[in-house]
């Protein structure tokens, strides 16, 4: 009696157990990327891009097959759901690497896409972001030749695994862009993807937002600066005029630290110190090098890049977005929980900015 029990209590629990929804890959199909675009015919709705990986039977083959699938609704979710009815397979987004916004959608309002990005089960955090021009759409359909995965170049060039361009932004993933949406003092700043042809794209400037949407455009040097007051030993070289010769050196290791200053009876203002060690990369003329030569290119090198800083500075500064954390460093080092917002607000009205670099050119670099 009581074996019988034991297993009509068994079957009862194994009921419940419906065992996973698992789908054999050859029944799915895997997003790689997102695009998310205004709607050319109606503002108010979406135009949802999504760039799919085709499994191939031998994973050896280079050959690649991408699908490229547009869809237009009012919002992400029930967009996606109606391009499921598209297709004989199941989207899988649990390989999505990256979503782009759309330049005019971007200057609109990305929270909605931010909203659903971080809500959806399937999707990761470590996402990229990026601003793509003209649209979303266009820049996903660019078919670059040197690409083996789809959607890999861009992803290659956004996270820096492939490419280490001082002109990108660092990479921008999903959960920093929803902390730098929500935490006050500090704004978002993405990489922007233009596309130059059916096989080619740029990624040379970024856009800084305000909390919501796009305000301004980091042009390449300026997008070079910031990564250079941003990152520590950055990878890249400068030009610098001396004597009415051109010089250009190459960037060793390089430091930027700043603090904010508030004396009494002046104007606030923020300090910046650069320290760069660096070697001469090209000259003209066929130029003899000597240790004095050094001395006076690097006094000059210092001259010349403190002006570039502080252009950036106020050009950024100027835009109201604060993508390098000014306010938040304000907050963390003035404790008044009450009156610290609104002090930050008063001094950013009328900040000014100085910058002292100090750029050592130790070598010559080698001839041959």
């Known amino acids: 009696m009581n074996r019988t029990v034991c297993c009509l209590l068994a079957l009862l629990l194994l009921l419940p157990l419906q065992g996973c929804k698992f789908k054999d890959i050859d029944l799915k199909l895997f997003v790689i990327a997102v695009g998310i675009d205004e709607s050319e015919s109606n503002p108010d709705k979406l135009n949802v891009t999504l760039k799919i990986a085709v499994p191939q039977g031998d994973p050896k083959k280079a050959e690649q097959q991408v699908q490229i699938m547009t869809q237009e609704g009012d919002t992400l979710a029930e967009t996606i759901r109606e391009m499921k009815s598209r297709t004989d397979k199941e989207l899988d987004f649990g390989h999505c690497k990256a979503i782009l916004f759309g330049e005019k959608y971007a200057r609109k309002n990305i929270l909605q896409s931010i909203d659903w990005l971080m809500r959806r089960r399937d999707l990761q955090l470590t996402i990229y972001t990026a601003v793509a021009k003209p649209s979303a759409k266009e820049v996903l359909n660019v078919q670059p030749v040197t690409e083996r995965i789809p959607a890999n170049s861009i992803l290659l060039a956004l996270s820096k695994e492939g490419t280490e361009s001082p002109f990108i932004v660092p990479p921008a993933f999903s959960y920093i862009l929803q902390r730098r949406v929500d935490e006050i003092g500090v704004d978002p700043i993405l990489a922007l993807v233009e596309k130059k042809s059916e096989n080619e794209f740029l990624i040379n400037k970024s856009y800084m937002f305000d909390k919501s949407k796009a305000i301004a455009v980091l042009e390449p040097e300026e997008t070079r600066i910031y990564n250079l007051l941003k990152t520590k030993n950055l990878k890249t070289s400068f030009n610098v005029d001396y004597e009415g010769l051109k010089y250009a050196y190459n960037i060793e290791g390089s430091r930027a630290k700043y603090k904010i200053i508030t004396p009494k009876n002046s104007t606030s203002y923020i300090e910046y110190r650069i320290k760069i060690s660096a070697e001469i990369e090209e000259s003209q003329n ?19 890049l403190s002006e570039r800083v502080k252009r950036a500075l106020s050009k950024i500064h100027q835009s109201k977005c604060d993508p390098l954390g000014w306010g938040l460093h304000y907050y963390a080092t003035h404790w008044n929980n009450s009156t610290e917002q609104k002090d930050w607000e008063d001094l950013n009205e009328r900040l000014e900015f100085r910058v002292k670099s100090d750029v050592k050119i130790k070598f010559t670099g080698t001839i041959r």
């Open 286 to 304: 066929g130029v003899r090098f000597t240790a004095g030569l050094l001395d006076g290119l690097s006094e000059a090198a210092g001259e010349q």
